[in-house]
């Protein structure tokens, strides 16, 4: 099988999910025609009346979903671009990640939505957004953000497949980017795992997305230096692999989160928290984030761009002097 | 512009008080330069600068207390006169009190402003790098950025996993910080440093010494006036306690809390003792160089009947009463900051000269404030002269963690009954024995006395 990029690995995904399940249906703006990213290229002609088309409104594509979900369908919704979700925050946060617990268990609400996320595409402030933080900060919802193509496939069939709302985050940035085999290539297909996907004795670098990429590459030119770092792609943000972050953080004592949304309260608080708070004493530095500056948004222009974005090189700098610490 | 702070002076200190700035803003630094005048609990001592160049601003007040490691003073690096010394050349600021007499102490000739003007500027990249250097050279700088003595939870959970001396591990993190990997190398290493001391010997050694049997006379004020506060018109004023007043107090406190404590007196003769002195005093200063006192005469006696009367000769440690082999006799002495308490170390093994020469030299460094810590610690039973003071019978308060303290009382001239029913006018000396009843009872207490006292009467 050819190498597949993150974009074809869901297209495909999708295909697949859509022939076993006959309740599957996609909902979601331009997604008969495909989709600004092609996520749902061909599937309209393959499954008439399955891939529906929306009004632009966030809250109803959400709420629509909900209703479906209730009456046995098995959405699989598509927010364009995740800057516009919040108008489905509502329907998201308070109705379905609730249903769960509010029927005491009596009842699920299968659904699932995806949406692209992240900069780097010079977007600006519209279409470069990490939104997951506050998602995260909601029980009963599940969040997962991948970075390789494998993982994009096998998260995305346990999503669909997960009797509770599942908030599916693709990087855009990576949709093309990113390639890999995919027979053979590790996936994950539990949701609440993270992977250790380097190893190494100096310190852990924890982050997901398209920074689990820069990671990797700050951590591949300081091996050349001689810092050897561990690399944790997190998976699932909510709920976070408290077991395999804490052994990370505990191995190598130096802990550096990098996420992509701007540092206050972002995902990276939360983690730091976790190993602050179960791993004190393992602990040889202090614990550092690497993450966007407290600027309202993405900006357009690249230099800005640029500067808002973490990156290797600044991963790298942050990794040298917690090895030096 | 580099930053000092308070270094460690001894186990067990955590803070200290500036008595007197050597240097002001503007003078010229060099090398070991004493910058200032510190006291702590345990001793008093300058603090010599690590780094060359022009005393920046005073951050800590005469007279202010700050916890080590706080900044004291900066310092702005650079070669002075141009001479370009090299900084990294800082001798190992060991933790331990560096005082320099100050007839040896440099003082800068030329004016602040020219030296400045000579002076070749380190740019603070070079200036980190090489505080850098000098931390991990030599390991224990007590420089800025030093985290010599910063140990992360990490370290410490494998030093006391693993048994690991930390202090005799080079640390190759920042500031000379010693990391976890420090340890790990160690251990895969196989040759870990000794452990600590046990328990009981670090408390020996840690202890506070400092102990005041009895108050110090009325009227010998602290050197550094304490800070008073409140309104001028105020009816009162409270006073600040200095260091060794607080840990006099916190020792005094403990040792009535702790140890249940009996009293006992006894009066010798030593008229003997009173004419021997008198006529070997002037040829004792001319030959020995220091002034013949009773005291010597009187701490050999000490010893001779400790040696009678071991019990005596001892130290709680933990819950241990622990009788040591060796006499190192505390001398309460009334310096003009409070009361300390040296010790002679081997005093047992000391002749009355030797004994002399010992105390001498302790009294006057305590007087000095010039006592080294080990100068203060370790002692397993203490004199006391409060006939100094013009006392003829005192209660003294037994230095914890010892058991017994003996005062040596002002030698009178009384009418005396002798054994053949007449009456003569003989010099006579009280000496009073407190101790901890946990460790002996009186029939020891009574013992020891009994024996001093023959000893005394026996010198003729």
């Given at each position: 099988?050819?190498?597949?990029s993150v974009?074809?690995?869901?297209r ?68 364009q671009?995740?800057?516009f ?32 996320w992240?900069g ?36 995305l069939?346990?999503a ?40 190494g ?10 920074m ?13 230096e ?18 395999t ?24 608080g ?17 614990i ?38 | ?18 008595l007197?700035?050597?240097?002001q803003p ?27 160049g ?12 700050v ?20 900084v ?5 600021w ?24 000579t002076?070749e500027?380190?740019r ?7 505080m850098?250097?000098a931390?991990?050279?030599n ?53 870990a ?13 840690g202890?506070?010494s ?44 403990r040792?009535?809390l702790?140890a ?6 006894v ?44 019990m ?8 241990e009463?622990?009788?040591?082999h ?8 009334a ?27 302790v ?30 019978a ?5 230095n ?5 303290i003996?005062t ?7 009418p005396?009954?002798?054994d053949?029913?007449a ?13 901890d ?9 009574g ?9 005394l009467?026996?010198?003729?």
């Amino acid at each position: 099988m050819a190498q597949a990029s993150v974009i074809e690995a869901i297209r495909s995904t999708l295909d697949e999910e859509l022939a076993a399940d006959e309740r599957m249906f996609i909902l979601g703006e331009d997604v008969e025609a495909g989709g600004v990213f092609r996520a749902t290229d061909g599937l309209a002609a393959k499954y008439p009346g399955r891939i529906i088309d929306s009004p632009l409104a966030e809250s109803s594509i959400i709420g629509l979903s909900i209703g479906a979900a209730h009456y046995g369908m098995r959405p699989v919704a598509e927010i364009q671009f995740a800057d516009f979700i919040h108008s489905g925050f509502d329907q998201l946060c308070s109705e379905a990640s609730r249903w769960c617990y509010r029927t005491k268990g009596d009842a699920y609400l299968p659904m699932v939505v995806r949406t692209p996320w992240g900069g780097g595409v010079h977007g600006g402030q519209h279409h470069s957004q990490s939104i997951e933080a506050y998602y995260t900060h909601m029980p009963g919802l599940k969040v997962i953000a991948p970075a390789f193509p494998a993982d994009y496939r096998s998260l995305l069939k346990a999503a669909i497949a997960d009797p509770n709302p599942v908030l599916f985050l693709e990087h855009k940035r990576t949709y093309r980017m990113v390639r890999q085999e995919l027979e053979g290539a590790p996936a994950e297909s539990v949701i609440g795992r993270a992977r250790v996907t380097r190893r190494g004795g100096d310190l852990a670098i924890f982050a997901y997305g398209l920074m689990l990429h820069e990671s990797l590459a700050a951590a591949e030119s300081l091996a050349g230096e001689g810092i050897e770092c561990t690399v944790v792609d997190l998976l699932t943000l909510l709920p976070l692999d408290r077991e395999t972050i804490l052994e990370a953080a505990k191995a190598t004592g130096k802990v550096l989160i990098v996420h992509e949304d701007t540092l206050t309260g972002g995902l990276g608080g939360e983690i730091a928290a976790l190993i602050a708070e179960h791993a004190f004493e393992y602990l040889d530095a202090p614990i550092r984030r690497v993450a966007a500056p407290d600027i309202p948004a993405m900006p357009y222009h690249h230099a800005m761009e640029s500067f808002f974005m973490p990156d290797a090189a600044k991963i790298a700098a942050a990794a040298r002097e917690l090895a030096a610490y | 512009m580099a930053t000092v702070t308070m270094p460690q002076l001894g186990e067990s200190v955590t803070e200290g008080t500036i008595l007197a700035w050597l240097k002001q803003p503007g003078d010229v630094v060099r090398l070991d330069d004493p910058l200032c005048e510190i006291e702590t609990e345990k001793v008093t001592a300058e603090l010599p600068s690590q780094f060359e160049g022009t005393m920046g601003a005073i951050l800590v007040q005469q007279g202010e207390t700050v916890a080590v490691g706080a900044p004291l003073c900066e310092v702005e690096e650079g070669a002075v006169e141009g001479k370009a010394a090299p900084v990294a050349a800082a001798g190992g600021w060991s933790g331990g009190p560096m005082a320099i007499p100050p007839e040896e102490r440099e003082l800068p000739a030329a004016p602040a402003a020219a030296a400045v003007g000579t002076t070749e500027i380190v740019r603070p990249r070079q200036a980190a790098a090489t505080m850098r250097n000098a931390a991990t050279g030599n390991g224990r700088s007590g420089g800025p950025e030093d985290r010599t003595r910063f140990y992360s939870p990490a370290v410490m959970r494998l030093a006391e996993e693993h048994h690991v001396d930390l202090a005799a591990i080079e640390g190759t993190g920042i500031g000379g910080r010693v990391t976890r990997k420090d340890v790990e190398a160690v251990l895969a290493g196989g040759g870990a440093p000794p452990a600590a001391p046990a328990p009981a010997q670090q408390e020996k050694a840690g202890m506070p010494s400092a102990a005041a049997p009895v108050e110090p006379i009325a009227g010998t004020a602290a050197a550094l006036p304490p800070a008073v506060r409140g309104a001028p018109d105020s009816p009162w004023e409270a006073v600040t306690f200095s260091a060794t007043r607080r840990t006099i107090a916190e020792n005094l406190k403990r040792s009535n809390l702790e140890a249940p404590q009996a009293w006992t007196m006894v009066e010798a003769d030593v008229t003997g003792l009173v004419r021997l002195r008198e006529r070997d005093k002037e040829r004792f200063l001319r030959e020995e160089g220091v002034e013949l006192t009773l005291l010597p005469y009187f701490t050999a006696a000490v010893c001779e009947s400790l040696r009678e009367f071991p019990m005596l000769n001892a130290r709680w440690e933990g819950d241990e009463l622990r009788r040591y082999h060796a006499l190192d006799i505390g001398i309460a002495v009334a310096a003009e900051q409070g009361l300390v308490v040296p010790v002679v170390h081997g005093a047992g093994d000391l002749s009355v000269a030797g004994l002399a020469k010992r105390i001498a030299d302790v009294a006057q460094r305590a007087h000095a404030r010039k006592l080294r810590v080990e100068d203060i610690e370790g002692g397993t039973f203490t004199v006391n002269n409060t006939g100094s003071f013009g006392s003829i019978a005192s209660k003294p308060i037994v230095n914890y963690p010892q058991v017994g303290i003996v005062t040596m009382e002002r030698a009178v001239r009384r009418p005396v009954v002798r054994d053949d029913d007449a009456i003569s006018v003989r010099w006579m000396m009280n000496v009073c024995l407190s101790f901890d009843h946990r460790a002996l009872d009186g029939l020891a207490a009574g013992g020891f006395l009994a024996a001093l006292k023959r000893r005394l009467e026996a010198i003729a």
